[in-house]
Structure formats: C-alpha cells, structure tokens
C-alpha cells in the first residue's frame, strides 16, 4: 500500500492522503502549538491506549490546550482510521492543534482544535513478527543539548521538534542510527526519538524522569517487565561514559520497540542476554494482548 492509497482522519473526516491538509493559520503549523501521540497497532489494536491517552492528556494540561475532546472520541478516529484503510499492524500518528486563530503569539482561550490521525502499514509484530529496523543501531553523542523541562516541558510531546531535528543533524558526517542527547549538565537525557538503556554492574539502568526525558509508553513497559522478572533496575542520573562503557544497551520507542544498540561513539557494545531477554517478553506480551485469538 503507497500513501496515496491511505485514508487520514482530519477534523471528522475521512480523506484521501493526498487531500489532507491544513490550514495556514493553523498554530501547529505557525507556531508548533500542537501535541502529537506516536502510536502502534498490533492486530486491529492500538497497543497501551490508555497510556498513550494519558500521556497527551499530560501534555495538555502543560500546554493549557483545553481541547474539549474526550479519549473515547479520539480512540473511535483512530479505530475508525485503521479500519478504513483495512489495517491491523501500523504506525498511527495522533494530532492534536490548538487550531485557527489569528496571527499573534498569544493564544485565544477558546480553542477549536484541529485533530488528524495518520496511519502507514508495519509488519505484524509479536512472537515471530519483523523488526521494523535493519540492524542494531550505532548511537552518536551529539553537541545538540536537550531542551531543559523550564524552557519546554519533555512530556509535552509537541510538534516543535527542532531540538530533536538539529541533533539528528549532527549525525550526518558518521551515519549513526540514533542521536544521544545530554542534558544541561552534560548528563544522559534521551535519544532524539527514543529513550536510552543499558546494562551496568548486573542492573538495567536508564535516565530517570526527573531530568529532560519524555516519559515513554515502550520505556515504562520495558521496565515492568524487567521488574517482574526481577532485572535490578537502576533509574538515575547518568553520564555518557557510563553508556560508553555498558556491556550491552538498546533504545525504545513506539515503533522501533526494543532496538539494540551495536556502538557508541564508535566503541562496540555487541548484544547482551539483558537485551535478548526484554525483548521476548516484551514480543510475549503483545502476542499475548493482541494476537492470542490468532494462536
């Protein structure tokens, strides 16, 4: 399936993808005044809604973007979405705007948001699915520093992604898979579109959420499992050589799930059984949740 043969959710509607636009005005476009959730369907189901819900819900409340849109509402688009496009395993990307309004910086308290809901085909995941990368990844520490939480809020997931663009940049003179962000004191934050982890003295450790970190759906998944399974868990303050130095260490987000990490800063790491491990039963889960009638 190519994208002009998709369907897009756009305030209400279903339209073709190459119909579906905006308007100029519209403050996610002029200003990034908007919130988006990355989401992933396995089997006909978005995996961890409610978290996903939550989460935009958060950022909200941090953006003051009274939407007026209940999660039922915004669930049915994105239902309604992946069903006309006759799609059970996909990418989903839900927008929220604060929509329309004149030109200034300063926004009018009554919104009348724009909500789009974009959808592309992955492969089935689960016991037995496809990765959606190649390989493992190689990870480049960048100069690019994250954005600290009182500048722009990091579980504000919102459409000014500059910060994670300019890092992303950087990676071009060595092709590196994933940017490794710092924070303002030259500790560990996140990658440009995933968070980190990685082995250390026999515990799972990963920067934790009081610095500059978006609070990932696949991070806390991943760390709920490794808690059941009894993985020492470590969340804190990190510097990069203590990545640099892991015995093994991967990043995670929505669409990649759990990637292993081959290199830092061109110093090899190779794969671990902590990763091995995580990765299984995180593959259990979702086989478990979403594909359980198909076994």
């Keep these: 399936m190519i994208d002009d043969d998709l369907r897009f959710h756009v305030n209400g509607e279903l339209v073709p993808a190459s119909e579906a636009t905006v308007n100029v005005r519209d403050r996610g476009f002029s200003y990034g005044d908007a919130l988006f959730e990355t989401l992933r369907a396995y089997g006909g189901d978005v995996f961890r809604w409610e978290a996903h819900a939550d989460r935009l819900a958060e950022g909200a409340d941090a953006l003051a973007l009274d939407h007026g849109l209940s999660d039922p509402e915004l669930k049915r688009r994105v239902d309604e979405t992946l069903r006309v ?110 968070n980190l982890f990685f082995v250390r003295d026999d515990a799972l450790c990963t920067p934790d959420l009081d610095g500059p970190v978006l609070p990932g759906v696949t991070r806390a998944e991943v760390l709920d499992i490794a808690r059941e399974e009894g993985i020492p868990v470590r969340e804190g303050r990190f510097v990069p050589d203590d990545l640099r130095n892991a015995t093994e260490a991967f990043a995670t987000n929505t669409t990649w799930e759990l990637r292993p990490v081959e290199s830092v800063d061109g110093i090899e790491l190779g794969g671990g059984p902590v990763t091995r491990l995580l990765s299984r039963l995180f593959d259990a889960r979702v086989e478990r949740t979403h594909y359980a009638e198909d076994s």
């Design 85 to 194: 496009n006759d799609l059970s395993d996909a990418y989903v990307k839900l927008s929220v705007t604060r929509g329309v309004q004149p030109g200034k910086l300063t926004p009018d308290p009554e919104v009348d948001p724009t909500v789009v809901v974009q959808v592309k085909p992955l492969p089935r995941g689960g016991r037995g699915g496809d990765s959606v990368w190649d390989g493992p990844a190689t990870l480049q520490t960048v100069k690019t520093r994250r954005v600290p939480d009182r500048a722009v809020p990091a579980r504000a997931k919102t459409h000014n992604y500059l910060n994670g663009i300019l890092a992303r940049l950087e990676l071009r003179t060595t092709g590196a898979d994933e940017a490794v962000m710092l924070d303002g004191e030259g500790r560990l934050a996140e990658g440009a579109t995933s």
